[in-house]
């Protein structure tokens, strides 16, 4: 009998905290470590997964933003086929209810992508889908992802080009996720979006690395704050201090899963909030 009480107890709690939290768009950057993983609850209660680390330890993460008995997420997006982006996504893909798969078309040969194609392909017919340019994906609530690259094939292409670079949009404010796409892509999107590349929150590209971030795609941004996810003391030495100082030259306030575990955003539509 006690242990009904505490279950009515917290689904009723959840309840409250759901209606309360109805108008707000959470973002939180996982701390997975060296690699990506990014969970985002809409106002209306849909979740997205973009990306889920080199391992499980996605699935501890995901624990502390997610409540215990919700096992589904509704779509889960892999950015491109590196192990530290999809390496997580097999256990999610095992332990939840996924309703869609997105992903860029980028082949590999790795064990880890194999698995991921493996599970991806069990799926029911429609469920996976080709992330491709002007896709919008609706979050729910007004949130939605629009897709910004690719814009073609990519399935022969270096795995980091191929990155999936979306925009979260919710009512006036912005989120940057650009995978680990480098700078040479990053100016193909100056050149076809221009100033509708602005956002609030910007995800550092390819966890602060030097191929990626330039000044001139930072400027176009525009950030009040930039998320850097990467592994303390990796051996690749992200972020570079050259990413540092352009980020600090544009005031631009520097988030790291490093230094702050994972990072939760909220944002109501007017402005953008870290938690």
């Not at 990306?51 to 008995?69: E, I, K, S, T, Y």
């Not at 600090?248 to 575990?261: V, Y």
Request: aromatic fraction near 6%; glycine fraction near 10%; charge should be negative.
């Amino acid at each position: 009998m006690l242990l009904v009480l505490v279950l009515v107890n917290v689904v009723v709690w959840y309840a409250v905290a759901a209606e309360t939290a109805r108008d707000t768009l959470t973002v939180a950057f996982l701390d997975v470590g060296q690699g990506d993983s990014i969970f985002i609850e809409s106002p209306s209660g849909r979740q997205v997964l973009i990306d889920g680390g080199a391992g499980n330890v996605v699935l501890r993460q995901l624990g502390g933003v997610m409540p215990f008995f919700d096992r589904s997420i509704d779509v889960v997006i892999a950015t491109h086929p590196d192990r530290d982006h999809i390496g997580g996504l097999a256990d999610v893909l095992e332990d939840y209810n996924v309703s869609h798969i997105l992903d860029p078309g980028v082949l590999n040969d790795t064990g880890v992508y194999e698995e991921f194609e493996r599970l991806a392909d069990e799926e029911p017919e429609g469920k996976r889908v080709l992330a491709r340019r002007r896709q919008v994906v609706d979050v729910g609530g007004g949130a939605y992802l629009r897709i910004l690259f690719p814009d073609r094939d990519v399935s022969g292409v270096e795995t980091n080009t191929g990155s999936v670079i979306a925009q979260l949009v919710y009512g006036d404010t912005e989120f940057m996720l650009t995978g680990d796409a480098p700078q040479a892509i990053e100016e193909y999107l100056i050149l076809r979006d221009g100033p509708s590349l602005e956002s609030d929150v910007l995800k550092a590209g390819h966890h602060g690395s030097r191929t990626s971030n330039s000044e001139h795609f930072v400027g176009v941004v525009d950030p009040d704050y930039v998320v850097i996810s990467a592994g303390c003391d990796n051996s690749y030495g992200h972020p570079h201090q050259e990413v540092i100082d352009i980020f600090t030259k544009l005031n631009t306030k520097i988030l790291s899963t490093c230094d702050e575990g994972t990072v939760v955003f909220e944002s109501d539509g007017n402005t953008v909030r870290a938690r």
